[in-house]
């Protein structure tokens, strides 16, 4: 069954252009032509990915953003920003909001469609290491499965000895945000954040990403 994408912008020859170039590349489309529409659409369709503007009526990018992130169930869902908003101050309170990829228009669809099939493919596998995690869980209970959830947190917390920055990049780390993503968020170069990265690998003893993620489930690292 095809991944579904939702297309918001105001302006009609961005949207049909866009659905357009995503229909052909094998997604299912839905279209909203402001956030208010594109709120209601989210409810009734569960896209694996939006693709929005900021500046629209009703409802702006922005807000539409932060009330997709208020649902738990959507918290690591991609999110893309299109928009000729460009400056620094609105990337970065697009990123603080909790967007993906911010692309200035105007835009050539190729990056977009490169950078659709990116988060799509971390989300998917983010997403399957979940599923994995919570089967583990339902077929081999521990113990500490039954303790309250964030006293087992802070214990693994403080066993850890996670610094207040490492703590923040594993938060990011679990919604699936690269490197680059992390840094503009935190105002870190992505060399720093890559630093921090392997010393949670280490302090985890995990070897890579996906499992850095599925301990961070696993513990109660990240709410």
Not at 7 to 16: E, K
Not at 45 to 67: K, N, S, W
Not at 79 to 90: G, H
Not at 120 to 128: A, G, K, M, P, Y
Request: aromatic fraction near 6%; charge should be negative.
């Amino acid at each position: 069954m095809p991944l579904t994408i939702l297309v918001a912008d105001d302006d009609l020859g961005t949207r049909l252009a866009v659905s357009d170039y995503l229909e052909l590349a094998g997604y299912l489309v839905v279209m909203a032509e402001d956030g208010k529409k594109a709120m209601s659409k989210v409810d009734q369709f569960h896209p694996h990915l939006i693709v929005t503007d900021v500046a629209m009526p009703q409802m702006d990018g922005y807000e539409l953003v932060r009330q997709v992130r208020l649902k738990p169930a959507l918290r690591l869902l991609p999110v893309i920003f299109l928009t000729a908003r460009t400056n620094t101050e609105e990337r970065i309170r697009g990123y603080q909001l909790g967007c993906d990829a911010y692309l200035p228009k105007p835009f050539e669809l190729p990056e977009l469609g490169a950078v659709i099939r990116n988060l799509l493919e971390r989300s998917q596998l983010i997403q399957s290491e979940w599923r994995l995690h919570t089967q583990s869980q339902l077929d081999h209970p521990t113990v500490a499965d039954h303790l309250p959830h964030k006293t087992h947190a802070i214990a693994m917390v403080n066993n850890l000895d996670l610094t207040p920055r490492e703590q923040g990049v594993l938060s990011f780390l679990t919604d699936g945000l690269s490197n680059n993503q992390i840094g503009d968020r935190l105002h870190l170069s992505s060399r720093t954040v890559e630093k921090y990265v392997s010393s949670l690998l280490r302090k985890t003893n995990t070897s890579n990403r996906a499992e850095l993620v599925r301990f961070a489930m696993d513990h109660h690292l990240v709410e």
